[in-house]
C-alpha cells in the first residue's frame, strides 16, 4: 500500500511570490492534516481537512491555506511569501477524524520551501 | 505556548545500552500520547502509543512509561542499536478528540557502534 505522497519535495521561491504544496493521501484515508516544521519549534499544526471540509485549524495568518478534493488529495497554499515560511511542510492521513477514537496520523517525507 | 517538551534536544548512547528520552506536558487533560521517529529527508513514523489509563505501554524493544501525577512521559529503548539514531518526537491530541497533534519539539537519539 502506498503512503502518504507530497510534491514537490524541494521549492525555492522569493519572497511575495505564492506556493502550492500537493498531499496524496494513504488509500483510504479521509482525514489529512498539514503541519509546519522549523528548527527549534517542532511540527506545528495547520489545519486538518475531512471530506473536503477544513475541521481545525492551527495558529497560523490567513496567508495559509489549503483544501481538500473528493478523493481525499490534499493542497495546501501560502500567498504572499516571507522569509520566515521556509520550512519542511508535512502532510499527515488518516481514516477519521478522531472523535473520542484514537486516529495514528501518517506522514509524507515533506516538502522542503525554502524563500529567498 | 508549548503543552508538550523535550527539553533534551540530543542524546548520546553506545550501543546496546539504554536509551531514554523524556516528554513532559502542561495540559493535565491530555489522555494519550505517542511518539514518533523521524529520519533524515522522511516523514515522522508512528512508533508506539499509550493512553492515559496505563502507566506503561510496550512493543519490542520500545516501552512508554507514563506518570501523570508528573505529566511526565519516557520513551526506553533496550536494547539501543545503531539504526535507532534519528529525531524522536512525542506527541498528544487535543481531549476534543481533534486529529491535530501537539509535538514536542524533538531528541536527536545518536546511537554509538
Known amino acids: 500500500k502506498a503512503g502518504v505522497t507530497q510534491t514537490p519535495r524541494y521549492l525555492i521561491k522569493t519572497r511575495g511570490q505564492q506556493v502550492t504544496l500537493s498531499c496524496s493521501p494513504i488509500?483510504?484515508?479521509?482525514?489529512v492534516s498539514w503541519y509546519q516544521q522549523t528548527p527549534g519549534q517542532g511540527l506545528q499544526f495547520l489545519f486538518e481537512y475531512f471530506s473536503e471540509t477544513q475541521r481545525n485549524k492551527g495558529n497560523f495568518p490567513g496567508r495559509f491555506s489549503g483544501r481538500q478534493f473528493s478523493n481525499s488529495r490534499s493542497e495546501m497554499n501560502v500567498s504572499t511569501l516571507e522569509l520566515g515560511d521556509s520550512a519542511l511542510y508535512l502532510c499527515a492521513s488518516s481514516l477519521a477524524p478522531g472523535q473520542g477514537a484514537r486516529d495514528i496520523q501518517y506522514f509524507g517525507a515533506g516538502t522542503r520551501l525554502s524563500v529567498l | 505556548d508549548q503543552q508538550v517538551k523535550q527539553n533534551s534536544p540530543s542524546l548520546s548512547v553506545q550501543e546496546g545500552r539504554i536509551s531514554i528520552l523524556n516528554c513532559d506536558y502542561t495540559?493535565?487533560?491530555?489522555?494519550?500520547f505517542l511518539w514518533y521517529k523521524k529520519y533524515p529527508a522522511e516523514g515522522p513514523t508512528f512508533l508506539i502509543s499509550i493512553s492515559s489509563i496505563k502507566d506503561k505501554n510496550e512493543d519490542g524493544r520500545f516501552t512508554v512509561f507514563l506518570n501523570k501525577s508528573a505529566k511526565h512521559l519516557s520513551l526506553h529503548i533496550v536494547p539501543s542499536q545503531p539504526g535507532d539514531s534519528a529525531v524522536y518526537f512525542c506527541a498528544a491530541p487535543p481531549v476534543t478528540g481533534a486529529n491535530n497533534l501537539f509535538f514536542g519539539t524533538g531528541t536527536r537519539l545518536t546511537v554509538i557502534p
Open positions: 488509500s483510504g484515508h479521509r482525514s
Open positions: 495540559n493535565s487533560m491530555f489522555d494519550y
